[in-house]
């Protein structure tokens, strides 16, 4: 009997980590798995097979297997795991659903092949199998488990969901509610925390490696990586692997991986483009953990590398192992029991509590350079190259709680997965700074926008909008990043905006009071007890205020004293002492003055920063490791640097707020319209009518201006009649975006006359520029008087995703600017930071006059707009523009909308 096959979704084949640090495929079963699925059930033990049939299911034969094989992808559905043994795919797990008869509830079954048992993999199945059930509207699991398999009982109740079960006749009846909710978000996100852990500290942390295309040719990379490796003083095992060497550097070299005596955790591969998938496929075979590919030629290179890159990141996924690279320097591990240089470069900077991550290899090496000259030490550098697998996403999590690492450096030029960033930097932010420079301008490419919103999203814009969601610190330069890195790995993060600038010379501490005023920190006047301090401490005529200007004739005793007083003023959250060159005064014992009162601002949490005029870098003479004073060359790159730091203490401090659950939506109905809007128009994209866009919003309680469409003059007068004067005239066109650019908005009509001249005058006004064909009629609305007005809207970005926007409305919305982005979902605390961060945020608060504006109805609005693109991923392109916001009480109107759909 033939049997009909459903479309493959392809959507659902994704990646996953293993407690151990593995990885496998987990896809969609399909017909051609038969042979595959034979071969996993034949392999099974007896007791495997009895506990998921729970009876001896006797022999299986091709017509069985293509039975089990054969899914419809909605009710019902399988995902295999799979991975490469002996140069072909096996499937090693399964698990399935059957829906059941009342269509929101189906049947689960697992099977796990023995050799794979304990690695989560159980769970991971559970994750992905409940992913697509909700997908496909279903909302419950059921299932019937022995009372003795109580190593799937035990999975299903560490997973988070709610589960019921019932013992009846030593079987287990479970139902279970998938519902993702908070506590499951948090169980999913601890476990990938874990498992990322796992695979990083085999790249990190390895007690064995190889090195593959380890040579003797001096100034070759294979010589440079394996020497390094050697006299970094690793301190596990090395094999230089190399077939046309019996030894190098006197370390007996074997002629391939798969000949190498012991395990390998770790395999550098530095050996030409055409041989690297054969070599990491021989890794694989060999058992290796993990593979640096060094070697280029890959996505770089244009289509025919990218298709290398491709089939390593699958030989790579087949076995199982975690790759760095292709095309990156390598990775460097200063802890000392480690001690592993495994990379290209000449620079091993010493140990400090540093982590740096870089795309770039050749920016790699300059902050390798860089941070050697300024005695900076790092805790661990890693290449990423092309991120064909491990990425900033997997490093965020392992320097998470990494006890060595206290500050990141992320050099990025692209985003891999921006919503997993997002995600993963905003817990990891909370913990410790990150702080990234962004190489590159164009991550959102170009964009023919037909909509303000997406015009507006330039990527500069989102890419800021990201990283402020995250929590992290943006920089502009390489030297900013070190300026601001030099601060907060040395000293803590200050309270607040208060500075004290303590200079030996009038122009220096103007500069630095400019640029503190240009940087929005604030120099506070010193209480009366401060003042009396200092003014009893220093002898001569000098004048006790903010900046304290000491003279050149400052004595040592006189610098170290006010310094010690200001740690004690709890009104100064940061001291910035400014030393320029002096004649009379030893600067070696101003050094030693600030080496002794560092450890005062240590204890009271208050950073101290020092301008040597000139100098850069950590003194060693001003503190120890860890708790260096930073020394900026000029007052201006300290000051950054300081309201850098001010920046992420008011990052860490923000509420994070949660993803409301908003009541009263009608999603189903919602849903009726977009799906009769898709059915019904076969262009893509194309704008919902005036008519479906006011019904959907009002699904979603999103309150609107009563509109009206009209396709004649008098049926418009009609309809304004009774709508009630006055009215607005609005032309009703699905391509045309500016509907002001071609005189299409009338104002204030207040008869039925004057509605008909309306329409008249806009349909001529299109004639004339040849496009009144595009004219599909007017709409009508009351008038609305007052009010701020304002733009929210909705854009798809390539790689970000959907992106809500909020700012200044109305005709000039594109040509002001004023606007600020998200990524979506909105938290409560993305919607009140949002309406309160564009530059004009004060004319909510009643500007000249006007009354204060309804801003708790605004971030309802912002809130209820994320919870529709949630529910519609269909959305292109949305405008609200304008939004009239009303006084406190009053709510607002959006008067224009526009939803375009893909």
Known sequence: MAVEKAAYPSQYETEVLLKDGSRILLRPIRQDDAERWLAFFQRQSEQTKYLRFQ?????????????????????????????????????????????????????????????????????????????????????????????????????????????????????????????????VERKEAERERLSTIASIRNVLAPRSIAVIGASRQSGSIGQLVFQNIMEGGFSGVVYPVNPKANAIMAVKAYPSILDVPGEVDLAVIIVPTQFVARVADECGRKGVRAIIVITDGFRERGR???????????????????????????????????????????????????????????????????????????????????????????????????????????????FGNPHKFSRIARRVSAKKPIIVVKGGTTLVGSRAASSHTGALATPEVVSDALFRQAGIIRVDSIEELFDVATLLSSQPPPEGKRVVIVPNGGGPGILAADASEQQGLTLPEFSSGTAGKLGQLIKRDITVRNPLDLTGSVTPEEFEGSLRVLVEDDSVDAVLAVFGPAAVVDSTLVEDAIRRVNPLYQRRKKPLLVCFMGQRGFKARLGKAGSFVPCYPFPEDAVSALAKAVEYRELMTKPRGAVPRIKGIKREKACRII????????????????????????????????????????????????????????????????????????????????????????????????????????????????????????????????????????????????????????????????????????????????????????????????????????????????????????GYRVVDARISLK
Not at 95 to 102: E, I, K, M, T
Request: charged share 25%; proline share 4%; net charge negative.
């Open 55 to 183: 009876r001896d299911p006797g022999e299986m034969g091709p017509e069985d297997a293509l039975r089990f094989c054969t899914v419809d992808y909605k009710n019902t559905f399988a995902l295999v795991g799979e991975v490469q043994r002996e140069q072909r795919k096996e499937i090693i797990a399964v698990g399935r659903y059957y829906r059941l008869p009342n269509k929101r509830s189906a049947r689960v079954a697992f099977a796990i092949e023995d050799a794979y048992h304990g690695k989560g993999i159980g769970t991971r199945l559970i994750e992905w199998l409940a992913n697509v059930a909700r997908d496909n509207g279903i909302a419950v699991f059921e299932g019937d488990i022995l009372a003795e398999n109580e190593r799937m009982m035990s999975v299903l109740r560490d997973y988070g969901f709610h589960i019921d079960s019932e013992l009846k006749g030593g079987v287990y009846h479970v139902t279970i509610t998938i519902a993702r909710s908070r506590r």
């Open 304 to 414: 025919e590398g990218a298709t290398r890159e491709e089939e390593l990141r699958g030989i790579a996924l087949g076995h199982g192992m975690r790759l760095v690279g292709p095309n990156c320097m390598g990775i460097i591990n200063a802890d000392p029991e480690v001690r592993l240089n495994a990379s290209f470069s000449r620079v091993f900077p010493p140990r400090g509590n540093i982590a740096f991550l870089s795309q770039s290899g050749a920016m790699g090496l300059v902050i390798l350079q860089y941070a050697s000259d300024l005695n900076m030490g790092i805790s661990g550098f890693v290449s990423v190259g092309n991120r064909a697998d491990i990425s900033s996403n997997d490093l965020l999590q392992y320097w998470e709680d990494d006890p060595a690492t206290r500050v990141i450096l992320l050099y990025l030029e692209s």
């Open 675 to 890: 799906e009769t809007a898709m059915s019904r128009n076969k262009q893509r994209p194309f704008w919902l009518s005036a008519e479906e866009t006011v019904e959907l919003l009002d699904c979603y309680g999103i309150r609107t201006v009563g509109t009206a469409v009209a396709g004649s003059a008098s049926e418009a007068a009609d309809l304004a009649a009774r709508t009630g004067f006055p009215v607005v005239v609005k032309l009703n066109s699905s391509t045309i975006t500016h509907k002001t650019d071609v005189g299409g908005v009338v104002l204030d009509l207040s008869s039925k006359d004057e509605v008909k001249e309306a329409f008249n005058a806009i349909k001529k006004n299109l004639a004339v520029m040849g496009r009144e064909s595009e004219m599909e009629g007017v709409t009508i609305q009351r008038m609305v008087s007052g009010g701020v007005e304002i733009i929210a809207g909705v854009t798809q970005d390539p790689t970000f995703g959907p992106l809500i926007m909020f700012g200044l409305g109305g005709v000039q919305a594109e040509l002001l600017k004023d606007i600020v982005l998200r990524l979506h979902p909105l938290t409560e605390a993305d919607a009140s930071e949002m309406v309160s961060s564009i530059k004009t945020a004060r004319l909510f608060e009643g500007f000249r006059g006007a009354p204060p504006s309804d801003i708790k109805a605004v971030q309802d609005l912002l809130l209820r707009l994320s919870a529709m693109v949630e529910d519609i991923p269909q959305v292109a392109e949305l405008d609200f523009n304008p939004v009239k916001v009303m006084a406190i009480g009053e």
